[in-house]
């Protein structure tokens, strides 16, 4: 995700800033830039690609001169990686800076209020809004046009300004985005990832929620969202360089599984508004949703697997004929395609090489293409008629688990529309559905929670060298996930099947304490389910039961082992059934000593065929 360091002090600030960019590089970014104030005036630098490019550009910094100064890694979301829309954005005077991670939702009301008021844009980003917005309050007290803004500012948010009006200054605000504040001996520090800033200190505070930190050379002040002073306190890092950017987690893929619920709001909230699901900026407009006549959803690994939701949940809703393809198969299966079909391509890079033959292929073909991606201005993304990005920030863990969940999230928006637009579900459902949607980061939240159940099974579990997993319909296709994840970074063979596929052959392979792990979140098939977990366990298999808290009695009557997810609608089961397998599959990994974030032979983008 995008990166914050902010300085004030005695000492030279673009040095400090280009040396704090680099410590956040490992997050991912796409551009970079700094502002500096220094005699009267705000220089801004900014440059596309690798951080060495904006060092070059500002000779290590020597080229921009002042003591303080605000900088930036930039992942985009709004608008492509451009000059233009990287970090830090000046008001329409010049006289504010900003730096943004986070996202405002509502940028595009208040861009029209501002456009209406005679304020212009030079970027597409949400950020730029916001430092128009400061500059539409402000009277004189920037503290004070900070508060009113952000008053009005709805997402989530780190902020990082400072003016030329006020060279003694430098304000913080956030909401859902980390940010600190650190005290330096030649003066003080605002980031949103401690590693920024160890090298120069190790005492800091955390701004909370709504809180707003006005950092000056020689102290900070804390103020609340009614600009009344507050006290934070300060805390004593001692973690060193490579822990602090896990921000505390063991591995990064503990992270990304623990970032899953705000992923999941983000990817949500970016396309509902007004209680409404709204994809008018996709190619999914209501004439086209009508005249879809079969979709092919296109995808490689995890993303394939996001497909077989899809498949499951396009049929059930839509009555739209649709196929999940892996994307390796598709060029050599003649595919029937033509422009009445949706292609619908999956992928958390945007370079997956047999992805972007696939789609190449597709659109060859007459096919109209819509991608879901995470990186913002990849190959793909590019490529497709329109895109749906997934707002998972970069995820660094090779095994994939936040984008996986975000791209679920948007399998839901689009099943929920197209439903709707062809008339297929009433407007209780839909609203039903929307309010159990939103409410599943939440849910979420809840699973991760029971984090130490899961790691007691897996100190059960860690040494079988086979373990199955099955499910019928969505659990199906969470058991494909599961499985993958198991395999590919604990090294356990792991197959998935469809539950009623066992007996025409991988029943022989059950032998007694064969783990079988049974996804039964299904509830009009978890008899079904549990028909072939008997199967099993008259093979002497320990069976781990997955299923929602209604089925808990049922399901522990005739299984060694149940972890319960919140109960929700059955279109939704796939985002919380996922989670206890991700955890399950990192904890056996961790009993096994194996190298989790970089399993062996894989990569984690595969830009080959
Ligand atoms: C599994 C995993 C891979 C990817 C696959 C597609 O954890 O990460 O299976 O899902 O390589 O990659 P993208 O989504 O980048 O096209």
Redesign the pocket.
Known sequence: MCGIVGYIGREEAAPILLYGLERLEYRGYDSAGIAVYDKGKLNVAKAVGKLKNLCELTDNGAKVSGCIGIGHTRWATHGQPSTDNSHPHLSGSGKIAIVHNGIVENYMKIREMLLSEGFTFKSETDTEVAVQLIEYYYKGNLLEAVSKAVDKIEGSYAFGVISSDHPDELIAVRKESPLIVAYGETGNFIASDITAVLKYTRNVAYLEDGDIAVVKKDGVKFYNSYLKEIQREKAYIDWDVEDAQREGYQHFMLKEIYEQPKVVKNTLSAHIKDGRIDLSDTLLTPEYCREIKRISII?????YHVGVVGKYLLEKYTRIPTEAVLASEFRYTDPIIDNHTLVIV????G??AD?RAALREAKSLGARTLAIVNVVGSSIAKEADSVIYTLAGPEIA???TK?YSAQLAVMYLITTALSSTRGLISAAEYDEVLAEMLRIPGKIETVLSDREQLQHLASMYFNNSSIFFIGRNLDYAISLEGS??LK?ISYIHSEAYAGGELKHGTISLIEPETLVVAVATCEKLFDKIISNVKEVKAREANVLCITQNKSFNAASAVTDNVFTIPNTHEMLTPSLAAIPLQLFAYYVALDRGCDIDKPRNLAK??TVE
């Open positions: 995808g490689c690994g995890s993303a999956i992928s958390q890079s370079e997956t992805t090779v095994a994939t984008a993958l994840k590919e983008s595969v």
